[in-house]
T-cell receptor, first 113, second 111 residues
Framework: GENVEQHPSTLSVQEGDSAVIKCTYS??????FPWYKQELGKRPQLIID?????GEKKDQRIAVTLNKTAKHFSLHITETQPEDSAVYFC????????????FGTGTRLQVTL | EPEVTQTPSHQVTQMGQEVILRCVPISNHLYFYWYRQILGQKVEFLVSFYNNEISEKSEIFDDQFSVERPDGSNFTLKIRSTKLEDSAMYFC?????????FGSGTRLTVV
């Protein structure tokens, strides 16, 4: 089955700096890669996603890149703000009816003043 | 924006008791999922449901677990005889194909 690895597990950046979180996946058939932000005690919230026919996608300060050959995808947050502090999860979803999301282990991002 | 709703938000139960967690998916979605998240850990897949039957289930989803769509709108997860290690947040999700939101979750505490 699919296996998603995520690094780093914790990341501390100063406000205004950039943050990069990286994930790798094992199943080359996976074709949908969402990123979730989870604040303490809350549900995972989708912040950006990318499908396998696209290499990069941007939404304001957030971007995601996908390298299908290497089976890597990354989340880039620019001009970080204190409210970006949260746990971020990457996930991968395969083809097929009702395919599940397989999550990475999460990255705790701390944005310091 | 449509939401997936879950009840109850928090359930405390004694070990060995049965619990039913309820979810109302987004009305035009076809695919339904249950995930769980043990405190401080990643989100784990339990089961997916499509066309009134289970599509896939994980190793976690053993004989103690079952899912139903009792009335065509609600989607329930039943744990027959709870164990301490079932304590977790349980999230329901629905999707039209690949994208869909999570519900707000049920925090299950087994004592």
């Amino acid at each position: 089955g699919e296996n998603v690895e995520q690094h780093p597990s914790t990341l501390s950046v100063q406000e205004g700096d950039s943050a990069v979180i990286k994930c790798t996946y094992s199943d080359s058939a996976s074709n949908y890669f969402p990123w979730y932000k989870q604040e303490l005690g809350k549900r995972p919230q989708l912040i950006i996603d990318i499908r396998s026919n696209v290499g990069e996608k941007k939404d304001q300060r957030i971007a995601v890149t996908l390298n299908k050959t290497a089976k890597h995808f990354s989340l880039h947050i620019t001009e970080t703000q204190p409210e970006d502090s949260a746990v971020y999860f990457c996930a991968a979803k395969g083809t097929g009816t009702a395919s599940k999301l397989t999550f990475g282990t999460g990255t705790r991002l701390q944005v310091t003043l | 924006e449509p939401e997936v709703t879950q009840t109850p938000s928090h359930q405390v139960t004694q070990m060995g008791q049965e619990v039913i967690l309820r979810c109302v998916p987004i009305s035009n979605h076809l695919y339904f999922y249950w995930y769980r998240q043990i405190l401080g850990q990643k989100v784990e897949f339990l089961v997916s449901f499509y066309n009134n039957e289970i599509s896939e289930k994980s190793e976690i989803f053993d004989d103690q677990f079952s899912v139903e769509r009792p009335d065509g709108s609600n989607f329930t997860l039943k744990i027959r005889s709870t164990k301490l290690e079932d304590s977790a947040m349980y999230f329901c999700a629905s999707s039209d194909w690949d994208r869909g939101p999570f519900g707000s979750g049920t925090r299950l505490t087994v004592v």
